[in-house]
Structure formats: structure tokens, C-alpha cells
């Protein structure tokens, strides 16, 4: 670290940041609750789309409380195509623990903001220096990407461990003065300027510092061996539509993937082949399949798994026995509820 100078880093990150930082909505203040939802909206999600998401939400929910307060199902519907779900619950509920317990108040203090569900050290470190200037590192795959260049660290970042190291750089490098503008710089410079592939080195304001770049090693780095192994998984998707017009929605269950959302109903195409599909159907909802048409397929990638929805409309005839966790809704209320992106673009056909 000796080989860097460290106040002047600070210094030419700092200023460059004021200067050149995105006009975000959630800049406008340092609000904790407002950092603490971008943040949490922000995980593997880009930010152009979280902008409209963030705005939605502070209109339905703009304080603690108000989310408190708030019908689960209307939270993940303001969601509602954003992915991740959990971290909506899990962001309810943590703020249902500080409304009852700190008095409406997001907690300074790193124990009990790490205690709150969903705020992992990344999470609470932006909180930290964000909204309340506290000297905290805030280390995700951005911000390791843009040290592992500037002072050459040549651990797997896909390692857990390897944040740790990471986490102390921060402690040596941060600004006290302004550790929420130092923060916030590396994160925009690993948006901006440092991006994964083709780094803009010659524009960019922390260049003399970077051992990397003076190395000539900075596309090499950082270094990432895991690989996540995707797997696939093919359904037949099954828009059923009665004699009245209304169509079939189950809902998922309270644990896993997409918990508790609602969708078509779906069977794995290597439950029940295309051929009797018709008496799968006539079984299952003890009715009659008059048509099954095809609709558009839609394939989904999820960041471990890819869904392949060979999608079917289905008109039955008289009555459906509705087996647990199924309802039948008109196409216009269909709309009140939370659909994963997939199911959305199966509605969009309708
Ligand atoms: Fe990243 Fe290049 Fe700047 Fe180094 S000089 S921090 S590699 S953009």
C-alpha cells in the first residue's frame, strides 16, 4: 500500500466523483431508508432499471413506516419485474424489525444494522458511509474489480474470503473526512471508467495511482476462476381459460425460487409429454379440454437456471375443480397481481 499516495488517491477521487457523478435519484439526499432501498434494488440489477423502480416505490412506500405498515402482495407487486423477490421480503421485514424496535430509525450502529434480514456487509457498509459518513468499507464485485487493478490484487475475487482482504484495503485507503464520497467514488468509477472489460485508462482520474495500469495488467485482473454451473429446466405453461373467460393463475410456494408469486400454471415437459396433455389437464382439473393452441414459447434466464415455457392455451368446458393454490381471475385482475417477468410476457400475449 506505501507504494500509493494515499491522501492525494483520496483526493483525485473524491473530486472527480463530485464532478462527474450520476444525477441519481436516490443522490438526492442522504436519507438512510432511501439508500438502503436503492442498494437493496441495486443487487445484480443495473441501474437504468432500477431508476423507474426506485421512483415507483418511494411513491407507494416513502417512509419506514409506510412499508411497515404495507400489504405484502403490494410490495412485491411494486417489485414486480425487478427479480431477486426475496430481497423485497426480506427488506419488509427488516424494516418492520426497525420500525418496532428502533423506534422508526435505521440504526448507525454496524451490529445492529448487519443483524437486520438482507443487510450484508456490502449492504451495510454503503449504509454506513452513504448515509451516515461512517469510515466503513463497502465491498462488492465492482468495487473489487477497480482495487484488484489500482493495487494489483491478484486473489480470486470469486472466493468468499478474498473480501476480507479487500475490506481491509478499504480501511487503509478510505477518506475520514468524506468516506461517503470515497465510497460512492469507487463505486462510479467501477460504473463509469474502470468497467469489466476495457477499462478507460486514459481517461481515467485515479490513473497515476494505478499499479495496474503501470503494470500494463489491467484487463488481466480481476481474477474470478469460479464459474456458476446454469442448468435448464423446460414446462409447458398453461394458459386455461373457462366458458366465462377466466383464466388459471396458481400461486408458488412460501420457499425458493420466485416464492409466492403468482403464474400460469406450469407441469415439467418430462412429467407429461405433448400427446397427453389434454388428459393431463382433464385430470388434474376434473374438466373438459375443448382446444389447446399454441402460444408464443418464452425462455427465461435466471442467474443459476434458464426456463423454456412451451407455452399452451387451453379452453376447457364446464365446471374446474381448483386444486390448492390456484384461482380463476379475469383477464383485467390478473393484472392485480405479482407475476414473475416470464408470466408477464405470457399475459402480454392474452
Ligand atoms: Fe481502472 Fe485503468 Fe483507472 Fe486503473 S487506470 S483504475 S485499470 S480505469
Redesign the pocket.
Known sequence: MSIINIPQFQEDLIIWFKNEQRQLPWRENQDPYRVWVSEIMLQQTKVDTVIPYFQNFMDHFPTLTALANADEQKVLKAWEGLGYYSRARNLQTAVREVVEQYDAKVPDDPKQLGNLKGVGPYTKGAILSIAFDKAEPAVDGNVMR?LS??LRIEEDIAKPKTRKTFEAAVRELISEENPSAFNQGLME?GAL??TPKK???LL?P??EH?I??RDGV?QT?PIKKKKIKQSSHTYFALVIQDDAGNYLLEQRPEQGLLAQLWQFPMVKKNEVDEKHLSAYIQEKFQTEVADINDLEPVKHVFSHLTWFLDVKHVTVKGEITLPTHMEQISKNEIKQYPLPVSHQNIYKQL
Open positions: 477497480v487493478r489500482i468509477l471508467v474502470c477499462p478507460s485508462c481515467c485515479v490513473q494505478c495496474a495500469y489491467e485482473l
